[in-house]
Every structure is written in structure tokens, then in C-alpha cells.
């Protein structure tokens, strides 16, 4: 499944929805995809913001493939380059916050089983995203 979206705040609910859907068909537990739709809307609304400057004119790419194991799911700006991800498990900074915002990145990683961000010559930036189907395949590395 493939989706394209402006950059305009608003139009991340329409891909959530979307790729919730498709992982409810896929199978995955509820719990797992309201995770899913957490990631799905910072990866998407950083995609907005930070890669394409909330230009209107700017596109967001959602990509999503499924097979035996996993859901994968791609979301690529037109940007520049990529952000630097937190390592697991995350690192969250003590209460109260310093800033309301800056922890999308740090909640993609935290509720992902894997996550990549890449720079693609054809779509710009692009954040990958991996759900497992059954949570004991994950890959832990240190």
C-alpha cells in the first residue's frame, strides 16, 4: 500500500487510519497497533515539519509492505538529510520536560522493533519502520 500526502498538519490522521487498518487485517493486537499509529503519526508529522518545512507543495510518501513476519512501513519526506536516532532502550529525561516538544523521535524508537532513517536519492528522507508479528522475533543488538 502506498500513500502520498501534502505537507499540511491534519493529513497524518488519514495515513494513520489507513495503515491501521491494513494491520488489523494483518493480525497484530490491538495494543500493537495503537503503537503503531503513535509512530505512524510522529514519523509522518516530523516528515511535515523537519524534512519538508510544512511546505504544501512538499509530498510525504507512506510505504507499507507485510509478509509472515513483519509489517514494514516507510515514510519518506522530500528533505535533506537525516536526524540521528536514540539508541534502545531510550533515555527519557527526567519530569518535567524541559519542552513539550522533541520526543517523537525517542517514542518511534522506543515503540518500533526496528527503525532506520536513510537518506533515498529518489524520495529524500526516509524513516523505516518494523513491526514484528510475534514480538519474540526481535533482533536485540547492543
Known sequence: ????????????????????????????????????????????TNAIEHGNGSDPHRRVRVCCTADEQSLVIEVCDEGGLPPTLPGKPVEWFPIPYPSRRGRGLKLIVALSDEVSIANDPRFGTCIRLVFYRDPRSVIHTS
Open 1 to 44: 500500500m502506498q500513500l502520498i500526502i501534502p505537507s499540511v498538519l491534519g493529513y497524518e490522521v488519514v495515513v494513520r487510519d489507513a495503515v491501521a487498518s491494513l494491520a488489523q487485517r494483518y493480525g497484530l493486537p490491538p495494543d500493537r497497533i495503537e503503537d503503531i499509529k503513535t509512530v505512524l503519526c510522529e514519523a509522518c
